[in-house]
């Protein structure tokens, strides 16, 4: 005998009397061997799981009062064992229940606008973080180029430039290039549309003492503050790009933007970022040493060790050859209280290959085999690679805290 029973979502997910369980006297659903393992996605908008939770949303926000019903949901009752096994309806079944299950940590439950589910949370982020227009697709993040500037050409950081073609046109150019910050029209437009679509946005850009990206990012501001949070994560190149993916970690756990920015002005502050030049030539060409001091440099092999304090580029120490340079690295890493391997971290190169990364890496094995299977590598662009030159090594970390 087959009975159909209309029953609206509270009844499905609710213990009360009225409920599915309660009025077939069953202990709980059942999925049975059988059945495929969870497959609905939520990366793109056109994927089940935001199809089916804006289908809810479209609903409750035309009539809250309304009840809503899923597609038919198909259970075999199990008088043994006192379950409702599900024959048809397990993934629809299976993403409400991990959608009331993020419900419940929410704060305000009376508030359901407020609450930001991960589909909603967006990361806006500029070029400056070494990541590539389609390295950020992939990651589902918003990308804002800087310009670099050689001359009278102007190019998009990581969408028109890429980090080898910039190195190639640095090597071969008489001229030396410079990078502009993004304007803040630039920014207005993706605010405009996180506000359009009722998302919500964490920005995150380069060190304000590096450039006036983040001040860009702020004079935009300006009507979105409801829906805009912009973090200042007063680094840069690798050391941004670490935040980045920290951010990442947080939105795919499911953290609203407000809680993913508490959680990186917290955070920033463990980050290491310690690199190894190979040559002066370009320090000199920008203007930041002297000639005399970059000739005596190179017929000393001094090779500079610098990090990032404070939102500014800073020299830690030079060392005599590659070999100190990177002995030097090592000490640097010690002195930070190590590396905290359950955060994200990054290794770089300038320049166009990266074979003296790789003998870094090998010499230093002993630093991360027992606790990463494979290292994160990443080519480092304009702007940092203008001042450094090709040659450079870097690795950005967030240290051990002593909590």
């Known amino acids: ?99 009331f299950y993020q419900l419940e940590k929410f704060e305000d439950k009376n508030n359901i606008f407020e609450m930001e589910i991960m589909m909603s949370v967006r990361i806006i982020i500029d070029s400056a973080s070494d990541l590539t227009k389609e390295q950020a697709d992939k990651l589902g993040l918003d990308f804002l180029p800087l310009k670099t500037i050689f001359g009278t050409e102007e190019y998009l950081d990581g969408i028109t430039l890429s980090h080898q073609q910039f190195y190639e046109k640095l090597i071969e150019s008489d001229c030396m290039p410079t990078t502009s910050q993004i304007p803040p029209h630039d920014f207005e437009q993706l605010y405009a549309d996180v506000k359009e679509k009722k998302d919500t946005a964490v920005v995150i850009t380069l060190s304000s003492r590096l450039s006036g ?43 609203s933007a407000s809680k993913i920015a508490k959680a990186l002005d917290q955070k920033k502050k463990d980050v290491r970022v310690l690199a190894l030049l190979d040559t002066l030539e370009y320090l000199k060409r920008g203007g930041r040493i002297s000639k005399t001091a970059a000739l005596a440099g190179n017929l000393l092999s001094i090779k500079p060790v610098i990090t990032i304090a404070d939102g500014e580029v800073a020299v830690l120490g030079k060392a005599r050859g590659s070999k100190n340079g990177c002995n030097m690295l090592r000490e640097e890493i010690a002195k930070c209280n190590g590396i905290d391997f359950s955060m994200p971290l990054c290794l770089g190169y300038t320049g166009l290959e990266d074979s003296l990364l790789q003998k870094y890496i090998e010499d230093n094995t002993d630093l991360w085999k027992s606790y990463v299977e494979e290292l994160p590598i990443s080519s480092i662009g304009s702007t940092i690679g203008t001042h450094t030159g090709p040659g450079g090594i870097c690795v950005a970390f967030f240290s051990k805290t002593n909590s």
């Open 213 to 255: 990206t983040f001040q860009s990012a702020n004079i935009a501001l300006d009507g979105y503050e409801d829906c805009i949070t912009i973090v200042d994560s007063e680094n840069v190149c690798l050391g941004e790009q670490i935040v980045v993916m920290y951010a990442c970690r947080l939105r795919d756990a499911g953290a």
């Open 1 to 99: 005998m087959k009975n159909e029973f209309i029953y609206n979502i509270q009844n499905i997910f609710s213990d009360d009397v009225e409920s599915v369980l309660s009025t077939t006297k069953m202990k709980k659903f059942y999925i049975g061997p059988y059945q495929r393992s969870y497959k609905w996605k939520s990366e793109g908008k056109f994927d089940q799981v935001p199809q089916l939770l804006n289908d809810i949303y479209d609903a409750w926000n035309k009539d809250y009062e309304s009840e809503y019903f899923l597609q038919y949901i198909t259970v075999k009752a199990d008088s043994t064992n006192r379950w409702l096994e599900v024959i048809d309806g397990q993934q629809r079944l299976t993403t409400l229940s991990l959608f």
